[in-house]
């Protein structure tokens, strides 16, 4: 199997210069000091595939994708997968079956070995769910659905998912959402899904989860919920990315609300979001488009 290494080269360049991060339009953003070329190293990225979610997590032997996109956008995955020379998934992540989370799955599991499949325990008949169970059968992968709070086997990490806590939602397939909390020494990454209202509570009361995080995916491509001031300002976060497109920007009283913590906020709408972290210092870059 090949693993691709965080690229050193990538790494030097964040240590070169520093450029004040926040949203503005299509720009290379970083925040963060140098770090240690010998210290372990987690890369994220949080890529542009308009309104949907697709993150990806590398370590230096392991990887971990989070959610899939779209159909129409699987490319931008897969490109960067076969650029970087990956070939083996560790984790994909379902958080929940809307078409903008598991439509690019088929893909992905069609063009790469995925070592283990998580998904939340709900039903799903989107036409987008069918193709994604399909190639799991055929690529003879029987996933995982998460009922518990589970912990993830990622080098020089503590990941932990934390399921839904209930059987239904008023808001279905968002509130279903599973949410990933990463911790890599120092810093804290929290991967939100699309909690809407019922979710965020469950979160704000969730037995041994610790809301403050340094990085947040913000729920929902940045919908505001009635909550919503209340969850900010629980994981209060450094740095905040955005999914989103230029056709559905996050609501201003979410931005608000983030300008307001000190936050530094991403929108994938603007490029590609790259974080790079050892443990101790946070480095982003932003790419155009």
Same mark, same amino acid.
């Given at each position: ?40 190293? @987690? ?13 990806? @997590? ?30 083996? @998934?560790?984790?994909?992540?379902? #958080? ?22 998580? &998904? ?112 900010? @300002? ?8 955005? /999914?989103?497109? &230029? ?22 709408? &603007?490029? /590609? ?7 101790? #210092? ?8």
């Amino acid at each position: 199997m090949t693993r691709r290494r965080p690229g050193m080269a990538f790494l030097a360049a964040l240590l070169l210069f520093s450029v004040p991060a926040g949203c503005g339009g299509g720009k290379e953003a970083e925040q963060g000091s140098g770090q240690a070329a010998d210290a372990p190293e @987690l890369k994220v990225t949080f890529f542009n595939v308009g309104k949907g979610d697709a993150v990806l @997590l590398e370590t230096e032997e392991q990887a971990m994708l989070i959610d899939a996109g779209y159909d129409d956008t699987s490319a931008v995955i897969l490109d960067y997968l076969e650029a970087e020379e990956i070939d083996t @998934l560790d984790y994909l992540v379902i #958080t929940h079956f809307d078409k903008d989370h598991v439509g690019g799955a088929d893909k992905i599991l069609e063009a790469v070995e995925v070592l283990e499949v998580l &998904e939340p325990d709900y039903e799903s008949d989107s036409g987008q769910t069918e193709e994604y169970r399909e190639t799991l059968k055929e690529q003879g992968i029987t996933p995982v659905r998460v009922t518990d709070t589970k912990e993830l086997m990622l080098e020089g990490a503590d990941c932990t998912v934390y399921p839904p806590r209930q059987k239904d939602y008023e808001e279905e397939d968002n509130d279903f959402s599973l949410v990933i909390s990463l911790r890599f020494g120092e810093e804290g990454f929290l991967f939100a899904g699309d909690c809407e209202k019922e979710r965020l509570s469950e979160l704000l009361a969730e037995s041994g989860l610790n809301l403050r995080h340094q990085v947040l995916k913000v729920p929902h491509h940045g919908r505001e919920e009635k909550n919503s001031d209340k969850f900010l @300002l629980a994981v209060d976060p450094e740095a905040a990315v955005i /999914t989103c497109s &230029e056709d559905d920007r996050p609501d201003k009283e979410i931005l608000e609300l983030l300008e307001q913590l000190g936050t530094e906020v991403y929108l994938t709408s &603007e490029g /590609t979001v790259t974080c790079v972290t050892d443990g101790s #210092t946070l480095s982003f870059r932003q790419e155009q488009g």
